[in-house]
């Protein structure tokens, strides 16, 4: 017991020294945007529309998800604006961060046959803080000559880190909540029904229901990719009774109903008769024409992005079948790839590409789901280390350039280009 008690205690004064670094360098990042937004100097990025939205002013954008700047507005009651954001922003970011250490504690504890170990958490911490730091390979010139892309380091490649959208850090702890109480309510379809506790499936069915809700009314970007590949799994699930059958299936379907009810509000306000925007409304269908426009090397720009989780997903195919979270992140990553490469919005959000805020939670939660499957291999009594070592290589290599790519931006670069901002 003391032991145990000993593991804990450590285990998490690391986990919160950890925290406490990252995001003091993060806060005063948001801190600076805040400072220089609107401004001439450097720290570009989309807050200034965001700080006006909840200041009351006319930002020329509409924002139909209030959660982030409800949030943000109790707050400017207490501190000022700059400071309201900067909290704002890090205590999102700070709680998806503890949720996902809490989801792969969860996930990895049932792979640990072995006696409870200290190094165990440790890598578990390191893992999580690896899935916030990573970010694309991106290459810097060599005096005259470059590689493909030219200065272009953000758009058309994307992280599953932008750190310059604050909306996106938004929805991040709540659609870490859903994504992995969905993936728990496909494995308790996969057991007979008394199998699962009834308190057990009330909470799940509770929590799923609600933190769908939060991350959609926080922005619609993981929710439109999400209701599409569940909605593709419940449906598979409905017609075939060893897998759920409709009895089981429905009331899950029914949990989705709040969420679709705010996204149709969402979509009206900014497609629909009423809408602010002038001109062409509506979704339009391409192939990749929109993704090429930012990027014309679309497949570079998808393995710059997914290097490591790509090169782990060679190594754990086989965990596709024995493994529901692995099968469903894979599986929200190729909904996630295509979402972003056949739609577009009309008009002059056209040029936008705001389905590729999509496709970076498609980033995000493949990262996480490669470096739990990655741990549950480093956790097995007899280990493959071809299959530990190379990815951890390529997992290094993205994290190595998220922390650099975080420096620029941290010195006040342009998040697109590492270069000096327009404004410097």
Not at 189 to 207: D, G
């Amino acid at each position: 017991m003391k032991e145990k008690r000993y593991i804990g205690i450590v285990d998490a004064v690391v986990f919160v020294l950890l925290l406490g670094i990252l995001e003091y360098f993060f806060w005063r990042l948001v801190f600076c945007q805040t400072i220089y937004a609107g401004k001439d100097g450097g720290y570009f990025s989309d807050i200034l529309a965001y700080m006006q939205e909840v200041q009351g002013i006319d930002s020329g954008y509409s924002f139909p998800y209030p959660l982030f700047f409800s949030y943000t507005r109790f707050l400017t009651r207490f501190l000022s604006i700059d400071y309201a954001i900067s909290f704002a922003e890090v205590s999102l970011n700070s709680l998806a961060i503890i949720l996902t250490k809490i989801c792969f504690e969860q996930f990895l504890r049932r792979f640990t046959k072995q006696k409870d170990t200290l190094l165990r958490h440790i890598l578990i911490t390191i893992g999580v803080f690896s899935t916030f730091l990573m970010s694309m390979w991106w290459l810097p010139r060599f005096g005259k000559y470059h590689l493909p892309f030219k200065d272009q380091v953000f758009y058309g490649t994307y992280s599953g880190n932008p750190w310059h959208n604050a909306t996106y850090i938004a929805t991040r702890p709540f659609a870490i909540v859903a994504f992995c109480t969905f993936v728990m309510l496909l494995e308790i379809l996969n057991k007979k029904p008394e199998e699962t506790p009834k308190k057990k499936k009330i909470a799940v069915f509770a929590v799923f229901g609600v933190s769908l809700l939060l991350t959609t009314l926080a922005k619609p970007s993981f929710t439109l990719v999400f209701v599409s590949v569940a909605g593709v799994v419940l449906l598979i699930r409905l017609f075939v009774p060893k897998l759920g059958g409709w009895k089981r299936v429905l009331p899950i379907g029914l949990l989705f109903l709040p969420t679709f009810a705010v996204l149709l509000y969402q979509f009206g306000g900014v497609f629909g008769q009423g809408s602010q925007t002038e001109g062409e409304h509506g979704i339009g269908f391409g192939f990749f024409e929109v993704w090429k426009a930012a990027n014309p090397h679309v497949l570079a720009a998808i393995l710059y992005a997914n290097v490591f989780s790509l090169i782990a997903l060679c190594f754990f195919i086989k965990e596709l079948k024995e493994e529901e979270l692995y099968r469903f992140t894979v599986l929200f990553f190729v909904f996630a790839v295509f979402e972003a490469g056949l739609l577009y919005e009309k008009g002059f959000r056209y040029s936008h590409f705001n389905f590729s805020w999509g496709y970076m939670h498609g980033i995000f939660f493949f990262q996480m789901g490669s470096i739990m499957i990655l741990l549950k291999e480093v956790f097995r009594e007899k280990k493959r280390w071809p299959a530990i070592i190379i990815p951890s290589v390529f997992l290094l290599s993205q994290v190595i350039f998220g922390i650099l790519y975080f420096r620029g931006l941290y010195c006040g670069l342009d998040y697109n280009t590492l270069l000096p901002s327009p404004w410097l």
